[in-house]
């Protein structure tokens, strides 16, 4: 089993930054990748950005590239997701994810992701 528990959501203003951290515990040594997703009230969840867990490679979401950063340290079993710039539409529930399963394809999609945390919600005032 993996366990993930984020923190580090809040509120500030369009413009602003925050940073998200996500702690991972259990299997992390089979952990193939992770992410960061986010639900908006009556949206879709949706894959903001996905690191792949032993190569480091990255993939954004077009709405969050060049503004929102991935990042681990596996050392200290962390998942990190800076967010600068953020905008009104950036507020939404952030959720990690991980996935255990190898895959060929990366990013995973969502539904190949089987571990998530309880989310953090992010609030942008314009």
């Known amino acids: 089993q993996v366990q993930l528990v984020e923190s580090g959501g809040g509120s500030v203003q369009a413009g602003e930054s925050l940073r998200l951290s996500c702690e991972v515990s259990g299997w992390t040594d089979e952990i193939y990748a992770m992410g960061w997703f986010r639900q908006a009230p009556g949206k879709a969840r949706e894959g903001v950005a996905h690191i792949h867990s032993s190569t480091g490679r990255t993939n954004y979401s077009p709405s969050v590239q060049g503004r929102f950063t991935i990042s681990q340290d596996r050392a200290k079993n962390a998942l990190f997701l800076q967010m600068d710039s953020l905008k009104s539409e950036d507020s939404a529930v952030y959720y990690c994810?991980?996935?255990?399963?190898?895959?060929?394809?990366?990013?995973?999609?969502?539904?190949?992701?089987?571990?998530w945390g309880q989310g953090a919600q992010v609030t942008v005032s314009s």
């Open positions: 994810a991980a996935v255990r399963l190898r895959l060929t394809q990366f990013p995973p999609p969502t539904y190949e992701y089987n571990y």
